[in-house]
């Protein structure tokens, strides 16, 4: 296994979650097509979620879609960009600084201690 060159790290999270993948991938105001979606992993950043795959939705690498779910009845939908895809997984990049400072905030607000504990179970694992 190589060395890790993510910034922020990536914490399990199996929550569900839908994408809502755009009709057109050259024009994202024709409407989309949800997609139902598990997670693997979240982040700051990014995250990882297997797709019940649909033929009318083109999950491709470069596609911006909108990543929406819902935990601790808060409800969060985060713009995000297709980093990657692998038969019935992908990988996303938020786009968080295409979304409102609400947004921004609620997630930071959420995501940000989750990450901290992750990385202080690490190093406390790693001291054994």
Known sequence: MGVEQR??????FTEPGELH??????DPNAGS??????????????AELIIVPRDDAHVVPGTVVELAFTVGGESFALPARVVWVAADKVGLRLKLGSASDDVRRAYAGWIVPRTNKAIAQAKASANR
């Open 7 to 12: 910034r922020f790290p990536r914490i399990p």
């Open 21 to 26: 993948v755009p009709v057109k991938y050259t």
């Open 33 to 46: 097509v949800s997609v139902t979606a598990r997670f693997r992993d979240i982040s700051c950043q990014g």
